[in-house]
């Protein structure tokens, strides 16, 4: 049976989240689907999968709710289904209520109404990237996702911020490191869109005065122009699948931590109570993979 996972997000005004959380828990276990989903009183913010029948009931349910009935849903490929008939890219199904959909550390900066993040920055879809650097020659491209992400796949001259966690982003912004970009034209872009939506607004908020964000973020822009574009390299997913490619033989862009052979996959350091993601090729994916830090207490 064929598989799907599901992307998707909705910043809308949500006065009972909690309301939403146990209707998403049981809509899913009844529909066999896994994956995970955060409500707020922003909106929503998910990732599913499962058989595909059942991806499309769910999307046929969850946009028979007023507020959700233009979510921009982005489908692609599944890596099957196990035994029991659920997806092999989720372990199991979360779903919770969070102060924010998005953990930027700052839900009192976030505004929404009915038709979105308040006070962003202006959508660009992938289709007028062109046209946009055309209008703007000194256009730069910044990423909004975590660094290690853009170590396997970035666009090309892309900045990227030093982060581990999105809350770095607020940190830097508040420190001054790029209040040099403050009057350049700047496209922000991310996985899916959510994470540039209240990027984009933070950084409005401070005073960034020319500020765009990729509409549907780098799953859109792949899925135009596949390995033709300005994309360049692999795409970080946050399931077990781990990476996913536009096309074949994409260009191979990191380094892996290990050996420093080309690589494009992001792996765990093999200490339990390290979080660190390392570059990783397929060789040294056969092993355990050390971060720095606890590479040198092993060695010890």
Known sequence: MMSRVLLFYCFTPLPDPEAIRLWQRDLCERLGLRGRILVSEHGINATVGGELKACKQYVKTL???????????????????????????????????????????????????EKGVVGGGTHVRPSEVEDLIAKHPDLVFFDGRNKVEAEIGRFEGAIVPDTETTHDFVKLFDSGVFDYLKDTPILTYCTGGIRCEVLSALMVRRGFTKV????????RYGEEFGNEGRWQGTLTVF??????????????????????SPASKLHNCGDSQCLQRLVTCDTCMTKPVYCTEHAAMVNT
């Open 212 to 219: 765009y964000q990729l509409s549907g973020g780098i799953v």
């Open 239 to 260: 399931d077990d699948r781990e990476t996913m490619d536009f096309g074949p033989n994409p260009a191979i862009i990191g380094i892996c931590h290990s050996c420093a």
């Open 63 to 113: 946009k028979s709710y007023p507020a959700f009935k233009n979510i921009d849903m982005k489908w692609s490929e599944g890596s099957g289904l196990d035994e029991l008939g659920m997806s092999k890219d989720f372990p199991r199904l979360s779903v919770k209520a969070r102060p924010e959909i998005v953990s930027f550390g700052v839900p009192e900066e976030l505004e929404v109404d």
